[in-house]
């Protein structure tokens, strides 16, 4: 039976792990963080100094995924996108998350200074949206609100229903 790959996208904190954890175990699909699987695998090229945090080897997370991502059935949860082959992806979500809620949410989690601003700006600026619908065809890429716990569960049945429709239209 053949299953659909799923991208879950966007700035640190709108929600992508939440989502993509709770889609995989109601759809039973794997679910794949790429920032734990570089950790697991220390999949890095070095140390980013200003941002303190390392820095991922694209290539290698790829080479890593290509078998998985080939047999189907794999959420994907990262916040960049343009490094993944295009062929990977049936759809991608961009989750979008208000500044003032996504703000709260950096700073529980310890973000500071430039990188606290940077992400915010990040999301001001749709940068992950745009590097989304720039690195996949238009029509497979949405966007998404993640402000709130109804807004989560309402993505949710609209993914579950194309996940549903998909299997049906595909197998």
């Not at 606290?116 to 029509?139: G, R």
């Amino acid at each position: 039976m053949r299953r659909p790959n799923v991208l879950i996208t966007g700035t640190p904190g709108v929600g992508k792990t939440t989502l993509g954890k709770e889609l995989a175990s109601r759809a039973g699909l794997s679910y794949v963080n790429v920032g734990d699987l570089a950790k697991e695998g220390e999949l890095y090229e070095g140390f980013d100094e200003e941002y303190n945090c390392p820095i991922l080897d694209e290539d290698r997370v790829v080479d890593e995924l290509e078998a998985r991502m080939s047999e189907g059935g794999v959420i994907v949860d990262y916040h960049g996108c343009d490094f993944f082959p295009e062929r990977w992806f049936h759809i991608v979500f961009v989750l979008r998350t208000d500044n003032s809620c996504l703000y709260q949410r950096l700073e529980s989690r310890g973000y500071t200074g430039k990188k606290l601003q940077d992400n915010i700006q990040c999301e001001i600026f749709q940068t992950l949206y745009e590097e989304a619908v720039l690195s996949y065809k238009k029509e497979i890429v949405h966007q998404l609100p993640s402000n709130t716990p109804e807004d989560l569960e309402r993505n949710l049945d609209q993914i579950m229903q194309w996940i549903e429709q998909w299997m049906k239209d595909n197998n």
